[in-house]
């Protein structure tokens, strides 16, 4: 699955450019962490968002997941049929292909308040990384198939500052998910996680930036379970990695989202039930596996400065 946003590079260079990156719960106390950085996005208002809009009042509000019809006229009627907000994240609709149902969005808008609120008593879990989410407008684009993110893009990329991530609708609950029998996995819970590292971790806590700009704790425990340093994909990993994952069209940087993102859904027991499947790409597949094996990546998801969630969504908030 694709995912859009900014790149370092291409700010640096044209400005306000759109980058195409890889694809592929008690969030615990914070010991004050820190704001998210200055960056180079065009601030988009409130007003300008039509009836999916977020302030900032209502990000910090419990979601009550009220499906909102997008009219006639309305800035996102061109991309989107309707829409959930869920603390500073829109949930949408695409507005092309087979209706997306009700059922589908509100599973997706479930998942992303169960990874923002993992322990799930109604208020947000970092509020410095739902600050980052809403300024940067992100938004979850849940599609029918290959196109439909473009098509969205194309109509409204500038609204959302380009930092959407599509969710395709046959690759969630019911669909797939853990405990629909078999090796199934909930895409849903890969590309939410996947914005929120985008659009929040990354810009709140430069050591688990993912971004691959700077050397930091991630690339240093990425290397270690790699077997190496590797800015390309090698012709063959060594017998000591753990992760060896071999996209060819992953670069470093989308090397270290994945990694991230294997570390923290296994440690929340979201991978038991399909070890054999992902043993190609990643070998830790439960949290006693994790501790005893990834010392570097176990110390960066228990620190408690970043609030990475411990457990696994299941489709169910409060």
């Not at 694809?23 to 065009?42: F, H, I, K, L, V």
């Not at 999916?52 to 009550?64: D, E, F």
């Not at 589908?104 to 947000?124: M, P, Q, R, S, Y």
């Not at 071999?246 to 993102?261: K, P």
Request: proline share 4%; net charge negative; glycine share 8%.
């Amino acid at each position: 699955m694709r995912r859009w946003r900014f790149s370092v590079l291409s700010l640096n260079i044209l400005g306000a450019v759109l980058a195409i990156s890889c694809g592929g719960g008690g969030g615990g106390g914070s010991s004050s962490p820190t704001a998210p950085t200055a960056t180079a996005t065009t601030t988009t208002t409130t007003s300008s968002l039509g009836v999916c809009a977020i302030s900032t009042a209502q990000a910090s509000v419990t979601p009550t997941f009220d499906i909102i019809t997008i009219p006639a006229g309305d800035p996102f009627a061109s991309a989107a049929t309707k829409c959930i907000r869920v603390f500073g994240v829109m949930v949408m609709a695409v507005n092309t292909g087979a209706a997306i149902t009700d059922a589908k969005l509100t599973h997706a808008a479930t998942i992303t308040a169960e990874w923002l609120d993992n322990n799930e008593d109604g208020l947000v879990d970092d509020p410095p990384v739902n600050n980052s989410m809403l300024e940067r407008t992100t938004t979850v684009v849940l599609i029918n198939g290959d196109g439909d993110l473009d098509f969205f893009m194309q109509r409204v990329g500038e609204l959302v500052q380009h930092n959407a991530q599509e969710v395709g609708v046959f690759e969630t609950a019911p669909d797939r998910c853990k405990g629909c029998g078999g090796p199934e996995y909930d895409a849903a819970a890969e590309e939410i996680l996947h914005l929120i590292q985008n659009n929040g971790w990354n810009f709140v806590y430069s050591d688990i930036d993912d971004r691959g700009v700077t050397t930091n704790k991630l690339t240093t425990a990425m290397d270690v379970a790699r077997g190496g340093n590797f800015q390309s994909i090698p012709a063959s990993y060594p017998a000591s990695a753990w992760y060896t994952y071999d996209d060819a069209n992953c670069d470093y940087a989308c090397q270290l989202t994945e990694y991230l993102f294997w570390l923290v859904t296994s440690a929340a027991d979201g991978n038991s039930h399909r070890c054999s499947i992902i043993e190609h790409e990643w070998d830790l597949c439960t949290r006693a596996l994790v501790e005893s094996s990834d010392s570097l990546g176990w110390a960066i998801i228990t620190d408690p400065t970043y609030n990475i969630p411990t457990v696994h969504p299941n489709g169910s908030y409060r």
